[in-house]
């Protein structure tokens, strides 16, 4: 498969991920899972090319007071949680500044869930396999927290699905799924490749 230096959009990346991810297609037991916003632009066209239901799974990443974009951690949809221990001690954040900070992002992700969910239940994930798509992951937190919130609806297998991932991100992940597929993996001899999904 050829890939682009770049994509042009969300829609863009998901459809190279729908090709990559054709061993997927025309199952009775697939559900594609997107995280919002950045996500459902990208499982859009992997749900339609797979000819598999599309569901959304709210997850909130935790960032650092001052210094939001830097990952304590995060939380999703039930009481799932994921810190990421060695950030906190980096910046002196105790258990009890992270509790804060997570009892806050529990308010916005509750009424985000609410908003996206409506009265609409769950696609099924029990036994199927589960394909979890975003539009990209830096460190990998808010996919550690999605995976987690997933295995415990016990899928029969997790695949995890981006365009773009840091490389040590898509390594730690790929302990954590069954398999990852990640078109882009820049390190930093390649910072002059352009990934950025807009």
């Given at each position: 498969?050829?890939?682009?230096l770049?994509?042009?959009?969300?829609?863009?990346?998901?459809?190279?991920?729908?090709?990559?991810?054709?061993?997927?297609?025309?199952?009775?037991?697939?559900?594609?899972?997107?995280?919002?916003?950045?996500?459902?632009?990208?499982?859009?066209?992997?749900?339609?090319?797979?000819?598999?239901?599309?569901?959304?799974?709210?997850?909130?990443?935790?960032?650092?007071?001052?210094?939001?974009?830097?990952?304590?951690?995060?939380?999703?949809?039930?009481?799932?949680?994921?810190r990421?221990?060695?950030?906190?001690?980096a910046?002196?954040?105790?258990?009890?500044?992270?509790?804060?900070?997570?009892?806050?992002?529990?308010?916005?992700?509750?009424?985000?869930?609410?908003?996206?969910?409506?009265?609409?239940?769950?696609?099924?994930?029990?036994?199927?396999i589960?394909?979890?798509?975003?539009?990209?992951?830096?460190?990998?937190?808010?996919?550690?927290?999605?995976?987690?919130?997933?295995?415990?609806?016990?899928?029969?297998?997790?695949?995890?699905?981006?365009?773009?991932?840091?490389?040590?991100?898509?390594?730690?992940?790929?302990?954590?799924?069954?398999?990852?597929?990640?078109?882009l993996?820049?390190?930093?001899?390649?910072?002059?490749?352009?990934?950025?999904?807009?």
């Amino acid at each position: 498969m050829n890939l682009p230096l770049h994509f042009a959009n969300r829609h863009h990346a998901g459809l190279h991920l729908a090709e990559a991810l054709r061993e997927f297609s025309d199952r009775s037991d697939v559900t594609v899972l997107a995280l919002p916003r950045g996500g459902v632009p990208v499982a859009r066209p992997i749900a339609d090319a797979l000819r598999a239901p599309l569901d959304v799974l709210v997850v909130r990443k935790l960032g650092a007071p001052g210094h939001e974009e830097l990952a304590l951690g995060a939380i999703g949809e039930g009481s799932t949680q994921v810190r990421h221990t060695d950030a906190m001690q980096a910046l002196g954040i105790t258990a009890s500044v992270f509790d804060e900070i997570a009892a806050r992002e529990r308010q916005e992700l509750d009424r985000r869930a609410l908003m996206y969910r409506r009265d609409v239940t769950h696609a099924p994930i029990r036994d199927r396999i589960v394909i979890l798509v975003d539009d990209g992951v830096a460190t990998g937190a808010t996919m550690e927290v999605t995976i987690a919130a997933v295995r415990q609806r016990r899928p029969a297998q997790i695949v995890v699905a981006v365009p773009v991932g840091a490389p040590n991100a898509c390594r730690r992940l790929a302990a954590l799924a069954d398999k990852v597929v990640c078109l882009l993996c820049p390190t930093a001899a390649s910072r002059k490749m352009e990934v950025k999904v807009s």
